[in-house]
């Protein structure tokens, strides 16, 4: 397996002017060798996020390789057609070599929030329930229109890719 060259990495992808740019890895294969994990970069300049956005059939790790995050983070308690009822764990600030994670419930809702140019290594494994309706599914959620619901639960919505971008990216 071939290293990676993050440099070169980090000046052909650049920075989006909402969002997130990405790359994938590409450690190689062979006919002995399947990969079943995605390794991607994200690149996020400052004050672009990660959208606020939870999971179905996948869990994924998160190692900040260089800058600082806001991380905030939420197990997910259920979810329905239009919202998701999250709970509150994690919201700190993250830099390079800090490790977050989501898990299939615990920690399963996450949103990054670059304070400065801001580079993450993520590894993201799908497809965990063969019986799934679908591989992996993502919530983008309005987090500024979560409505508390007792207990320290939230009710957020969610809303499309387009819509978390222009308000969150």
Known sequence: ????????????????????????????SDETRTLK???????LDTGRSIIPHGHANMVS??????????????????????SLII???????????????????DDN????????????FDVIVTGLD??????FEIFNLDMEAAEPNGNGLLRVPTMSVSEALRKYG
Do not use: C, N
């Open 87 to 105: 709970e509150p764990t994690v919201d700190r600030l993250i830099g390079a070599g800090d490790l977050s994670s989501i898990g299939e419930d």
């Open 1 to 28: 397996m071939d290293g990676i060259d993050f440099e070169s990495l980090a000046s052909r992808i650049g920075f989006a002017e909402l969002g997130v740019t990405t790359a994938r890895i590409d450690f190689g």
């Open 109 to 120: 809702v996450h949103w990054f929030i670059a304070e400065e140019p801001s580079y993450t």
């Open 61 to 82: 790790a998160h190692l900040p390789l260089t800058g600082a995050f806001q991380l905030r983070q939420y197990d997910q308690v259920s979810r329905d057609a239009h």
């Open 130 to 135: 063969d019986e799934a309706e679908h591989q």
């Open 37 to 43: 994990f995605l390794p991607k970069i994200f690149a």
